[in-house]
């Protein structure tokens, strides 16, 4: 008989002040409780969502002694579950933050945290060049962790665009993958479905993708449209457009085996050289 576990999404509107959003997570954590889920996901800038660095320097604290990490572990312990908060905002002695994901046991222990890898720097057209870099540092280290039921790995938005990242993840063990985000409006709508898709089809695992939603106190819009997707490729729950809410699924974790046997494409890659420039 397959094991199963159940998991639970959170569709969230984040504003400006943290004690609302930390309100809004613990309210939907106990939703998830009474659903069955054994594990929870918030999207990415789940506890403030500030558009600048100079509205995070007004609200974001450094990571000893943070206040909103002391709240968001009673929620796990109230709950008995795993809250895994997508990001935060922690602010760092150089003056830039890290956006950081951070999974607590039923316990309110912290497993793990992870930096979000890959920013954002682009020249987009009609508007000033994005530099995701100017306000936050990346990361440097893939991070695993152990739920017992299943290993999850962990993914924060911008590096869903990034295959080698989650290949990696799977090859060292992942059999669900997070992917907590804040989409734009126009790249969710052409990007953000095909994208999750492809990223669970390539790996044989479950990808999990808790998103912002609607228009934010910040003057950003996010796409919404939480998922759930199986690993052979299949959209399992998916929210209600950009409303908040929370989107519940069951996980049948044979599925990870089965999608990699019949098409095994995690072992059968291979190391190749880079193609050399060949002049006319």
């Known amino acids: 008989m397959s094991e199963t576990v159940t998991v639970a999404l959170v569709q969230m509107n984040s504003g400006l ?12 954590a106990a939703e998830a409780r009474q659903a069955g889920a054994a594990y929870i996901l918030t999207p990415e800038m789940s506890v403030v969502f500030a558009e600048n660095r100079a509205g995070l320097a007004q609200r974001a604290a450094g990571w000893e002694g943070n206040p909103d990490i002391s709240r968001l ?8 579950l795993f809250l895994h908060i ?25 497993l793990a945290t992870y930096d979000k890898i890959h920013l954002f720097d682009a020249d987009l057209p009609g508007i000033n060049a ?4 100017a306000t936050y540092a990346g990361g440097e280290n893939a991070v695993l962790a152990d739920l017992g039921a299943f290993t999850l790995g962990f993914s924060i938005c911008y590096d869903m665009r990034f295959a080698a990242l989650y290949r990696a993840l ?42 912002q939603g609607g228009q934010h106190a910040n003057g950003r819009a996010t796409y919404g449209h939480s998922l759930v997707v199986a690993p052979w490729g299949e959209v399992i729950a998916e929210a209600n457009g950009d409303q908040p809410g929370l989107v519940i699924a ?11 046997q019949r098409v095994p494409a995690l072992a059968n890659g291979r190391d190749f050289e880079l193609p050399a420039r060949i002049s006319g």
């Open 73 to 80: 572990a009673e929620i796990a312990r109230e709950n008995a």
């Open 250 to 260: 069951t996980l049948e974790l044979d599925a990870v085996a089965s999608a990699r």
């Open 17 to 28: 002040e943290a004690d609302a959003n930390l309100a809004e997570i613990a309210r939907r």
């Open 130 to 133: 994005y530099r995701e870099s």
């Open 170 to 211: 799977a090859q060292a063990g992942a059999q669900v993958i997070a992917v907590p985000a804040a989409f734009t409006v126009p790249t969710g709508q052409a990007h953000w479905h095909v994208l999750l898709r492809a990223r669970a089809i390539e790996t044989g695992c479950f990808i999990l993708a808790a998103a």
């Open 86 to 110: 997508g990001s935060l905002a922690i602010a760092l002695e150089d003056g830039r933050f890290a956006n950081r994901s951070v999974l607590f046991a039923p316990s309110g222990e912290i």
